[in-house]
């Protein structure tokens, strides 16, 4: 008699690995997008493609940790280390100068509100995060 499958177990091994490693692609994509446009948060989407990895291709998730661009966001982040007044400044800069230039020429107060929402959320989760001294 075989043992019943977890729930969790639905999935072929082969197709969940591949599964992960395509959600991990897709999040380190958007990471590098994040690492060029302070409108997207790099480190987060860092966290779930090494999660993703890890279940995937172990191996990936030490060359993230080793690329010189990831690597500082995946330190900083394990140790809490924070970002920088200069960067924190930058990026909510940035945010806001796009999201305020997308209301003005679309001017739709449904669209409009939703991004004051956003703004505003992204600009507490970057304020939360200690700053570091460079």
């Not at 997207?40 to 998730?61: D, K």
């Not at 330190?75 to 280390?81: Q, T």
């Not at 200069?86 to 909510?92: D, E, L, N, P, Q």
């Amino acid at each position: 008699m075989s043992s019943p499958r977890k729930k969790t177990d639905r999935l072929r091994p082969g197709l969940k690995r591949t599964l992960l490693l395509i959600g991990g692609i897709i999040a380190t994509i958007f990471a590098a997008i994040g690492a060029l446009l302070p409108i997207i948060p790099t480190t987060p989407f860092l966290i779930v493609a090494a999660g993703c990895f890890a279940g995937s291709r172990p191996e990936w998730v030490d060359r993230l940790e080793r690329n010189r661009l990831f690597g500082p966001y995946i330190e900083a982040y394990r140790k809490d280390l924070g970002i920088t007044i200069g960067r924190k400044t930058f990026a909510i800069s940035v945010l806001w100068i796009a999201l305020i230039t997308s209301m003005v020429l679309t001017q739709i107060l449904p669209l409009a509100l939703l991004l004051i929402a956003i703004g505003t959320a992204v600009t507490i989760h970057l304020l939360r995060f200690k700053t570091r001294r460079d």
